[in-house]
């Protein structure tokens, strides 16, 4: 399964890039993740709940970080198993530019899967793996830009809760 995609973050190459690299942003932003632990020298390892189709697992996995070029691209490597309901092994290359006051994000993903989840098929496996991506950086620009803003808010919670943990903001 392969798919590309590119969305437009409100915040720089550098924001963007160094919350690729943050275990609590990863946690924050990956479907069902229970933890992430680690740091991008050493890779992470991640345990991750969800349901596909009708075969709940919990994964536990490792995912490492390569062919870095900071502010501008890695390539996110991963691998899961989920115990009786099999595997899922995949990477996505990951380029931040530049553009219209913000950045642009651009992501190529290829996945695979074994056990029982191939049993489910292609059609099932490529719309979740599909949602998975789609709500990973959703959730990622989410936590770069902060939630749409509420007129009512103070101030303060409509900064980002990235910009509260890192202190910048």
């Given at each position: 399964m392969q798919m590309s995609d590119t969305r437009q973050i409100a915040a720089s190459p550098a924001e963007v890039y160094a919350a690729l690299l943050?275990?609590?942003v990863l946690q924050a932003c990956v479907p069902g993740a229970q933890d992430v632990t680690g740091s991008p020298e050493e890779g992470f390892e991640a345990t991750v709940v969800q349901k596909v189709g009708p075969v709940k697992a919990t994964f536990k996995?490792?995912?490492t970080l390569s062919d870095m070029v900071p502010g501008e691209s890695?390539?996110?490597s991963g691998e899961g198993k989920?115990?009786?309901?099999?595997?899922?092994k995949g990477g996505a290359?990951?380029?931040?530019?530049?553009?219209d006051g913000g950045t642009e994000l651009s992501y190529d993903v290829e996945a695979k899967v074994g056990g029982k989840l191939a049993q489910l098929g292609s059609r099932i496996i490529d719309g979740f793996a599909k949602k998975m991506a789609d709500q990973f950086f959703t959730n990622l620009q989410t936590a770069l830009e902060g939630p749409a803003p509420d007129?009512?808010?103070p101030e303060e919670e409509k900064k980002s809760w990235l910009k509260r943990v890192t202190g910048k903001g």
């Open positions: 943050s275990p609590e996995g490792v995912v890695l390539t996110i989920g115990g009786a309901a099999g595997f899922a290359e990951v380029r931040v530019t530049a553009k007129d009512d808010a």
